[in-house]
């Protein structure tokens, strides 16, 4: 029974064990003395399964009757989600910031009127009057209209109207969002509280298949081996609950998170055949209708619309600004004129700038390149788009195939658990045959709830995709206007112009299926013993003893090191059986000393060998003293000669020696 893996809360969601009654296990009568055991697992499970597993329509999905009752506590938790999740509310925001900005905008259209006074005290001196220290007071109420700016307010108040469609579109995608997230996560709790029941009945009938094994072992009819494997599948199966039950915490944190409540303890389950809303009957109509109503693809689209109009208005700068001012002045004791003085005017006032050091110009060089920017992330929505429906429909479409497939595996699972069950009563199956089909029953449940659930948020995927999760749920913002009420102009989107539908097309299975044709089957040919591999010699070497170390010593010398890393490097792609290190030493001393020093020096090879990476299990030292010369010991340089170490080198394939 192979053990689960934690759940990631980021992948799909959670069911409740299908609103059917579940199995009645129980055991029924123990016969302690005989070792016999009577049980009776899934009374009535044939009934269950006698009806064949019913397509699923939506559209061009399936064909037959699916339920679009949505649960009241899936609606309440997408409501919750969508009115008070984070993002959304700070998109919400953004769009209300985005319409004041516009009326700001609006503003410069209409007239500007200033009151200005003073009051204060000065000394005025002048070749022709010295007025002394004097208080002085005026006022001034003016009118400021604006005749003529180039274009540049009546323009900006377009590209903040489309600024204010693509936070609008914002706004569409982050609910589709968060009503999408709602659903997962309700399903992931349901998901999960299923899985968590069929974890509890894999457990229960492992632990009625360990009191079974031990009454018959106790009893002297089975064997003792028998009960720690059961006991061992026992753990597995508390394991596995245990797995359920962490990952159905997870699921319930996340759902407080994305909802900001606690899951209801009577969460209902998502029933089977269950259909969100209408779906696309074909691909075609997924993209046509999906790219159409993409709140992602629409916010790019009204981003490229603003920042093309911002081109027109910073080429406003090059044309004069014309005005009309009208002003009443009330001056006392104004330029050190005792009294008062009034004044009246109207006037009509033209500027029209020369040279701003090519500003204008560079302006209108980054609008024109934010634009290309606007259109580069255009051509990515679109893509991501038609990718993410792409996949989500295809799922969509093929768990429902895979639904049917694995509620046929479980009806047969079943079936062969009971029978497998009666067969081991009475010594027809081994333990391990039941234990693996227990296993297999279990397998083939968790696959179907995943795979029924799956579906289920793979229809989500496509709603929230093409826009209309929201509106298929029926958790729209009450104040969150229209498109059109928005300021929305335009007729759609034309797909094939700003985003050329196109999918992916593989074969179906059914296709695959009709075209299966099992291959003749070749003739079995005699077999064929292999040759028997060519035998490779065995290789001696013989180091010379003055070479590797000093006079009666068994450390390396530099000169000995270097000529081992030699016959490492030479040994390197041999398959090696053995390597026999054999040390040798000249007659001088006694038999005893002679064994002694030899061995050792031949351990000092075998060390060194072993440390350049030879198996030390195929690595050997002898010491044979000086019982094997290869020279006359009555001469110095015979001497020299039987002091030696001579390494035997054995191949896997070598003959027999």
């Not at 009503?179 to 509280?193: F, K, N, T």
């Not at 195929?618 to 094997?628: E, I, L, Q």
């Amino acid at each position: 029974m192979p053990k689960f893996q934690k759940h990631d809360s980021t992948q799909f969601g959670a069911d409740n064990l299908r609103n059917r009654k579940q199995p009645d296990i129980r055991l029924k009568s123990i016969d302690r003395k005989a070792g016999k055991t009577s049980m009776n697992l899934y009374p009535g499970y044939k009934a269950r399964h006698l009806a064949a597993v019913a397509a699923i329509a939506w559209g061009g999905v399936a064909a037959a009757q699916g339920t679009s009752t949505v649960p009241v506590p899936l609606l309440d938790a997408a409501r919750k989600a969508v009115a008070t999740n984070p993002e959304v509310q700070a998109r919400w925001n953004g769009f209300l910031a985005a319409d004041d900005e516009r009326d700001v905008a609006r503003g410069g259209l209409k007239p500007s009127v200033d009151f200005t006074a003073n009051v204060g005290r000065e000394y005025s001196s002048t070749p022709i009057r010295n007025s002394g220290t004097y208080n002085f007071n005026a006022s001034r109420l003016s009118l400021t209209q604006m005749l003529f700016d180039g274009g540049f307010i009546s323009s900006e108040v377009r590209r903040l109207g489309y600024a204010k469609l693509t936070r609008y579109y914002e706004l569409a995608e982050a609910s589709e969002t968060a009503a999408l997230e709602a659903m997962r996560a309700y399903a992931d709790v349901a998901r999960y509280r299923e899985l968590v029941d069929a974890a509890k009945q894999n457990y229960t009938e492992h632990r009625q298949t360990v009191v079974l094994v031990e009454e018959r072992a106790n009893s002297g009819v089975g064997r003792r081996v028998d009960v720690e494997q059961a006991n061992g599948r026992l753990a597995l199966a508390e394991s596995n609950l245990l797995t359920e039950l962490t990952n159905l915490h997870d699921v319930s944190a996340r759902y407080l998170r994305i909802v900001g409540e606690k899951p209801p303890a009577n969460l209902p389950g998502l029933p089977e055949n269950f259909m969100i809303g209408p779906m696309p009957v074909s691909n075609r109509a997924l993209m046509n209708d999906g790219l159409q109503g993409s709140p992602t693809l629409n916010a790019a689209v009204e981003n490229v619309r603003a920042y093309t109009q911002a081109i027109e208005t910073r080429k406003s700068a090059y044309q004069p600004r014309i005005s009309v001012n009208a002003y009443q002045s009330f001056d006392r004791n104004s330029s050190g004129i005792q009294g008062d003085s009034r004044g009246t005017g109207v006037e009509v006032v033209l500027n029209f700038n020369l040279y701003k050091g090519g500003a204008d110009q560079a302006s209108e060089r980054q609008a024109v390149k934010l634009k290309y920017q606007a259109l580069d992330l255009q051509e990515k929505a679109c893509r991501d788009v038609r990718q993410t429906l792409s996949i989500a429909y295809s799922d969509m479409r093929n768990l429902v195939e895979q639904q049917r497939y694995q509620d046929l595996r479980r009806l047969a699972t079943e079936k062969s658990l009971e029978a497998y069950r009666q067969q081991f009563q009475i010594g027809q199956r081994t333990l391990l045959d039941l234990l693996d089909s227990q296993n297999e029953f279990f397998e083939a449940s968790r696959a179907y709830i995943n795979a029924r659930h799956n579906q289920i948020v793979a229809q989500g995927r496509v709603l929230a995709g093409m826009g209309r999760l929201v509106t298929a749920l029926g958790v729209s913002r009450p104040d969150v206007p229209m498109a059109q009420a928005a300021g929305q102009d335009r007729n759609g989107i034309d797909p094939s112009q700003i985003c050329p539908a196109d999918h992916v097309d593989l074969d179906s299975i059914e296709k695959i299926k009709a075209e299966f044709v099992m291959p003749p089957r070749a003739p079995v040919p005699a077999p064929v013993s292999p040759p028997p591999p060519a035998p490779r010699a065995v290789t001696k070497i013989s180091l010379p003893g003055d070479l590797l170390f000093d006079f009666d010593q068994a450390e390396l010398k530099p000169p000995g090191i270097t000529r081992l890393e030699e016959l490492v490097r030479s040994l390197k792609d041999v398959a090696l059986d053995v390597v026999i290190a054999t040390g040798h030493t000249d007659s001088t001393g006694s038999d005893a000393y002679n064994d002694r020093l030899s061995l050792a020096r031949a351990n000092t090879v075998k060390e060194f060998l072993v440390s350049r990476g030879l198996d030390v299990k195929r690595v050997r030292a002898v010491g044979k003293g000086s019982s094997r010369p290869i020279a006359d010991n009555d001469t110095a340089e015979g001497r020299s000669r039987n002091r030696r170490v001579e390494v035997e080198v054995v191949p896997l394939s070598a003959p027999a020696r």
